[in-house]
């Protein structure tokens, strides 16, 4: 295989490096039938791929997969016929499915997974017989179907932990192919790499950062005299916008689309708001993902049956902010129809 463009910093693939020959005679089983489960499922087997999903007896999830004109099986039995097992089930439920597929999986298998966390943190520990791979879809699994439909392509990052046969890249990029992500472009990487920097960005920029950005702005706002809905508007509505233009063509796109007064403010205040302290508080952010420490912390959450997790969330849904967008929400009409079904876009 060889990388398809020099200036990346690291292999990007196409579908000039695909040999289908190492997915096109396998049997996959695509266990859960979720955002990516459905995706990857539809779009194997719209590719010429067998396919058979693995669910749960009376998962309410199979009457949907059958009525896509797939075959469906328990994740066992899925996971015995298959030679790819594709794990598509929610990472905090994976370590339980794991454990009654194990057995199932014969020499020279290949366990694929779309995101790195369990393996990584070692909640999974596979056999030493089987290939590890990852494909990651850098989108919801939505739009990787929606793009399949159009002949058009997801980017994905792909990654390989354990290469037992030694075709474990080769296979894991024909998949790829398989759910149409080569016709955008598949990024090596690593468990490692895509599980740290994912944790990373959600917890520090996309999720945790910008709500909190958010919230502390309309506080500081509505705490001296402006009203909600103003603050409101400024700190959250708009957001959208600015965003809008940065994934459109970077910070520079944003700069130059905002007034030459937004722009100067922006430059000469953004640093004092978002400040080396905060910066030091990403450091031990990273560090705590680094070290498994919130991996762990994430993982005896969910075995105590989630208590912070529910409280945090209770808290979040009745700050004031959400009540005043709320009402605010109601005078956009247009916004009742979304161009693009509302997913997370960050998994
Ligand atoms: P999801 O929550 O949308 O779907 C989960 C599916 O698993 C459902 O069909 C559900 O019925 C099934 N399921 C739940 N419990 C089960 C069990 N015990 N046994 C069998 N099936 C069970 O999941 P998702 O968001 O598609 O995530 C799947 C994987 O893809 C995760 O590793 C996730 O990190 C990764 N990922 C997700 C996205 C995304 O945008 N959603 C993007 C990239 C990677
Ligand atoms: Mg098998
Ligand atoms: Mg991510
Ligand atoms: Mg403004
Ligand atoms: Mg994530």
């Known amino acids: 295989m060889t990388a398809a463009d020099e200036d990346f910093t690291q292999p990007v693939y196409n579908e000039s490096d695909v040999e289908r020959r190492y997915i096109d005679d396998k049997t996959v089983a695509v ?21 058979v999903v693995g669910l749960r007896e009376g998962s ?30 929610p990472d905090t439920v994976q370590p339980s499915v794991f454990e009654a597929i ?3 999986l014969d020499a020279g298998d290949t366990l694929q997974f779309a995101h790195g966390f369990n393996i990584h943190y070692g ?6 017989d089987v290939d590890v791979t990852m494909i990651a879809p850098k989108s919801p699994g939505h739009l990787v179907r929606r793009n399949y439909e159009a002949d058009e392509g997801t980017p994905a990052l792909l ?24 016709r955008a472009g598949v990024l090596e990487t ?21 709500t909190s950005l958010v919230k502390h702005g309309y506080e500081t706002l509505v705490d001296n005299g402006y009203s909600p809905e103003m603050a409101y508007f400024e700190v ?15 910070n520079t796109e944003m700069w130059d689309s905002v007034s030459d007064t937004a722009e100067y403010g922006g430059l000469t205040r953004g640093d004092e708001i978002v400040d080396e302290d905060v910066r030091e508080n990403m450091e031990e952010v990273l560090e705590e993902v680094q070290n498994g420490e919130f991996a762990r912390e994430w993982i005896a959450e969910n075995q105590a049956g989630r208590p912070s997790y529910r409280q945090r969330r209770q808290a979040e849904q009745n700050h004031d902010i959400e009540a005043v967008g709320e009402r605010l929400r109601g005078l956009f009409a247009w916004a009742d129809e979304p161009e693009v079904e509302q997913e997370p876009e960050v998994s």
């Open 159 to 182: 990654a390989v932990y354990q290469d037992a046969t030694g075709d474990a890249r080769d296979e894991a990029l024909a998949y790829a192919d398989g759910i149409g992500c080569t």
């Open 190 to 210: 690593t468990f490692q790499e895509e599980t740290e920097s994912d944790l990373f960005g959600e917890q520090a920029v996309l999720c945790g950062g910008v």
């Open 102 to 104: 194990e057995p199932e």
């Open 236 to 250: 959250l509505n708009e957001l959208k916008l600015i965003v809008d233009l940065m994934y459109e063509g970077g």
């Open 123 to 128: 909640q999974i520990e596979p056999p030493e």
């Open 60 to 89: 309410s999830s199979r009457s949907a997969a059958e009525a896509d004109g797939l075959r469906v099986a328990t994740p066992k039995q899925a996971a015995r016929e298959a030679d790819v097992v594709s794990v598509l089930v």
């Open 31 to 51: 266990l859960g039938y979720g955002s990516q489960g459905h995706a990857h499922a539809q779009n194997l087997a719209d590719s010429g791929v067998d396919v």
